[in-house]
Nanobody, 117 residues
């Protein structure tokens, strides 16, 4: 599975950004798609995941109610709509894919998100 993320950039606190990720590879490897992030000096952390049909969506507590994950299976793409951004959302965001929930074997190259106060 190969993943290519895009859409990062600079936003002000309270603003919005939308991340996109294009995927290719074996369909079974795309059963779950998700997003992780890594801030400077911190470990990579889970942000959100979505099942193939979209019925299951899980979020980290820190982003619940502000971020929305979605996917388009025709385009093999996953999206992360980020609203009400906070400076602590600043990180490199990685899209991920895997065969089962919370089990991701493939990661994209990352896209930088910077939120200014």
């Amino acid at each position: 599975v190969q993943l290519q993320a895009s859409g990062g950039g600079l936003a002000q606190a309270g603003g919005s950004l939308r991340l996109s990720c294009a995927a290719s590879g074996h369909p079974a490897g795309l059963n779950y798609m998700g997003w992780f992030r890594q801030a400077p000096g911190k470990d990579r952390e889970f942000v959100a995941q979505i099942s193939r049909g979209g019925a299951r969506r899980d979020y980290a507590d820190s982003v619940k109610g502000r971020f929305t994950i979605a996917r388009d299976n025709v385009r093999n793409a996953v999206y992360l709509q980020m609203d009400s951004l906070k400076p602590e959302d600043t990180a490199v965001y990685y899209c991920a894919a895997g065969r089962s929930m919370y089990t991701f074997g493939s990661y994209g190259q990352g896209t930088q998100v910077t939120v200014s106060s």
